[in-house]
Each structure stands twice: as structure tokens, then as C-alpha cells.
């Protein structure tokens, strides 16, 4: 049964700093990996997919890598800003079904 | 931004009662979902839809129903509700697995 887990549960930075996000998994075999953003009490938006296929995507100041076989991923964010805020959440796609992890709160201060 | 829809975004009801609540895309996705997310909880899948007439229970049991008669139309049904239910319901739509799942704004229900 495919487990996803993120690291770390929280983080609380001061606003310019670079940032990195892991989520790990534990069923390899994979069809994509997404990055989605929550802010409270809201829906989800994704970030970022990245296929099986692929090592990784970029989006403005967002990087994800995937490593599959190592059962990796990082979202990488650049020049943290206050209203990066949110929580990430890491999911991998197994048979069209989203596997979610429980999520980085991320919070930027000023 | 995503067309995909919820209703309503906020519901407060007692013991018993029957809902539903309604999810809504216009992009013609043929694939919706929908979670149950406990606060600070992960995403569970309780009920998927891969076109007209085709529904599936999800990885998390759930004493809810739903049907899919239209494509753009996903709704879920509580038949009685108990507390046990108070959770937030998020809908998604997607094309595939060539693309991203969109997520509607969520329901978040409470049930006394």
C-alpha cells in the first residue's frame, strides 16, 4: 500500500530565504508526482506535476525533482516571500487515484 | 483558475438530517473525485467517477453515496448524517494522468 510522508510537518522561516520541502513514498511505481499549495480553509491548487518519466518541473520561483527510485521528491522555493504561506501537500498517482502526504504549513514572516 | 464548483461552502445541520452536496465542473473533465480532509489531516479519497454512469468507493469507507447522471455534475449524498461525519469535502476534476486533478473550494460540514 503506497504511504507518502512530508518532512517537515512545519516550518516557519523570515521572508528571502530559499526553502526545501521533502515528500517521500514508499510504491515506486508511480504514473506522476504533484505538488499542490492549500491555503486555510480552501480548495487546493496545484503547483506542479511531474511524470514518471521526467527528473523534474519548474515554475517561476518552484522547482520540484523526482527521484523514482529512490521514492523522492523536493519543492524547492526561491526568495521566500510572506505570501508563500500555505500548506504543501505532496501527492503521487497511482492508477488515477491521488495518494496524498499530510502536508509542510509553511509560514513566511516579514 | 479552475472552473469547478461547490455548494455550499459552509453547512451546520443536526443529527439525521439528509444532504447533499453539490460539486459542479465545466471543462468536461470526465474523471471527478471526492476527499474527506479532517483539519490538519491528509486528503482521503472516498468516491471516484470515470464518465456517465460509472461511480467507485474510494480508499477511505464512507457512509456516503453518489451518483454521476451528467458529466459535469458530481454529487454526494449523506442520507442521515451523524457528528462522526463533521469534515471538510473537496471536489476534483481532472483529464487524466497526463494532467492535474482541479479542486472545487470545499465543503466544510458540521453536523451536531
Redo the contacts between chains.
Sequence with gaps: KQE?TQIPAALSVPEGENLVLNCSFTDSAI??L?W?RQDP??????LL?I?SSQREQTSGRLNASLDKSSGRSTLYIAASQPGDSATY?C?V?NT????????TRLQVFP | EADIY?TPRYLVIGTGKKITLECSQTMGHD?M?WYQQDP??????IH?S?GVNSTEK??LSSESTVSRIRTEHFPLTLESARPSHTS?Y?C?SSV???????????T?LTVL
Design positions: 507518502v504514473y506522476n504533484q499542490f480553509g480552501k480548495g487546493l491548487t496545484s506535476l511524470q501537500l501527492a498517482d488515477d487515484k491521488l495518494i496524498f502526504g499530510t502536508g | 461547490q474523471k473525485y490538519g489531516m491528509e486528503l482521503h479519497l471516484y470515470y474510494g480508499d471538510q473537496l476534483a487524466g494522468q497526463v494532467d492535474t486533478q482541479y479542486f472545487g473550494p470545499g466544510r
